[in-house]
């Protein structure tokens, strides 16, 4: 979904570096979260904003941090990234309770 | 603990017969339920949801069902099309959203 983007879409890094994630979404929604996919499992939550300044931690925050200084961008970022961040990570939206999803990012941590 | 759980990872059919993906849940709280069509290298996109307060609703070829009772959730798919192959998710909303691990359709031709 075009209204929901992502950046970068591949990534590969090595362990202890500082990685920015990126999230812009121009449906105009206040709440946005960060999931992470592995392998065989479902989405996991790492952080969700409800408004600007707003941050509430998810199932798995730690090791992860998060900004959202704008209602269209939320930024996730691993401070000292390790081996066992590589996944898939989800951006959404919510409106009610339905989510929009973006494309995701494939970050590979070697 | 709580868990939102599937109980089959995999499933094949054959173009247009109908397909069943079920859901189980492990919390009676639960209000609201979203099932999750993602595609190959694509974000998950919403196919239809249901509040604790229903216990079927219909979409366009697929309908949903909740049981209470055995918290219980499946996803009905009518006359399934090779355009249905990909992995479903069902999710549960509490105070935030907890997935499955999603089952895998295949629809063979």
């Known amino acids: 979904d075009a209204d929901v983007t992502q950046t970068p879409r591949n990534r590969i890094t090595k362990t202890g570096k500082r990685i920015m994630l990126e999230c812009s979404q121009t449906k105009g929604h206040d709440r946005m979260y960060w999931y992470r996919q592995d392998p065989g499992l479902g989405l996991q939550l790492i952080y969700y904003?409800?408004?600007?300044?707003?941050?509430n931690k998810g199932e798995i925050s730690d090791g992860y941090s998060v900004s959202r200084q704008a209602q269209a961008k939320f930024s996730l970022s691993l401070e000292s990234a390790i081996p066992n961040q590589t996944a898939l990570y989800f951006c959404?939206?919510?409106?009610?309770?339905?989510?929009?999803f973006g494309p995701g990012t494939r970050l590979t941590v070697l | 603990g709580e868990s939102v759980g599937l109980h089959l990872p995999t499933l094949s059919v054959q173009e247009g017969d109908n397909s069943i993906i079920n859901c189980a849940y492990s919390n009676s709280a639960s209000d609201y339920f979203i099932w999750y069509k993602q595609e190959s290298g694509k974000g998950p996109q919403f196919i239809i949801d249901i509040r604790s307060n229903m216990d079927k609703r219909q979409g366009q070829r697929v309908t949903v069902l909740l049981n209470k009772t055995v918290k219980h959730l499946s996803l009905q798919i009518a006359a399934t099309q090779p355009g249905d192959s990909a992995v479903y998710f069902c999710a549960e909303t509490r105070n935030d959203m907890r997935f499955g691990a999603g089952t895998r359709l295949t629809v063979k031709p």
């Open positions: 904003s409800f408004d600007v300044k707003d941050i």
């Open positions: 959404a939206t919510s409106l009610n309770n339905e989510q929009f």
